[in-house]
């Protein structure tokens, strides 16, 4: 983590905050302190997802979150509950994410009767106009199109971001080029990431612009995409994302 990106950090949390004391500490050891705190929140998280299974987990809320750590006996200190609400409720522009807020609360819940699993695929899309989209999809494109990503509840987003944040050495800027922070995510509302069956990464790369299953997407204007090439609000182009629902963009 550079200084700048340490003290945005710090702005985030708060003066009281971990992050404000660790500023005082020049050198390395304010690097590895912060980096502790996410590896370590990985940690709990990755716990709480082999606790829940993956399926459940994209629609756990952060309550359940909080009392199935505690039931795995790795409780989250309130630093890194401080630090996750510092994440969902701080301006996410301060790093460069022009995305607008989704979800208003980090205690918002997924309803059950509100998201259809979708056999085989381990994620879940919301019922109405993103099952509806996704049918219309289905038909064009046939059997060569998989669902990669549905419904993402806030610590399922925040377990993402988590994860690209620490890739990223800590730096949220770069951290938000590739990925929503949680509470900003279209993922939670409604939006899905589709893909070709048998593609495994690649589908989240450009290369997926050049199967016949984007081309058919696009030649059937089915499709809107969300983060257009040079796009407002600070993302990369995700040829892959399917946009659902809100949002005022041309796109
Ligand atoms: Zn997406």
């Known amino acids: 983590m550079d200084r700048r990106t340490f003290l945005t950090l710090s702005a985030l949390t708060g003066a009281t905050t971990l992050f404000a004391q ?22 709990k998280l990755t716990i709480v997802q082999n606790q829940v299974g993956y399926v459940q987990f994209n629609i756990l809320s952060f309550d359940e979150l909080l009392k199935t750590a505690v039931r795995c006996k790795k409780p989250l200190t309130p630093q890194e509950v401080q630090f996750i609400e510092s994440i969902f409720y701080g301006d996410p522009r301060r790093y460069g994410f022009y995305g607008e807020r989704t979800v208003p609360q ?22 109405g106009p993103a099952m509806e989209k996704y049918t219309q999809i289905k038909r064009l494109v046939g059997n060569d199109l998989v669902l990669t990503s549905g419904v993402r509840a806030p610590v399922k987003q925040l377990y993402l971001f988590l994860k690209k944040m620490e890739f990223a050495g800590g730096d949220l800027r770069l951290t938000s080029t590739s990925i929503a922070p949680p509470g900003f995510t279209f993922h939670s509302v409604g939006d899905f990431d589709i893909g070709k069956v048998g593609f495994g990464q690649y589908n989240f790369t450009e290369k997926f612009q050049e199967t016949d299953v984007f081309k058919k997407l696009y030649d059937g204007g089915y499709i809107s995409i969300r983060y257009t090439t040079n796009n407002p609000y600070g993302v990369r182009y995700e040829p892959w994302h399917i946009k659902v629902t809100g949002g005022n963009e041309t796109a």
């Not at 390395?28 to 940690?43: E, P, R």
């Not at 980090?106 to 919301?126: A, E, I, P």
Request: zero cysteines; aromatic letters at 6%; proline letters at 0%.
């Open 106 to 127: 980090l205690s918002t819940v997924t309803q059950k009767k509100d998201v259809t699993y979708m056999d085989k695929t381990g994620h879940f899309l919301m019922r």
């Open 22 to 43: 660790l500023d005082e500490i020049e050198g390395n050891k304010q690097i590895f302190s912060g980096n502790i705190l996410v590896t370590s929140l990985l940690q």
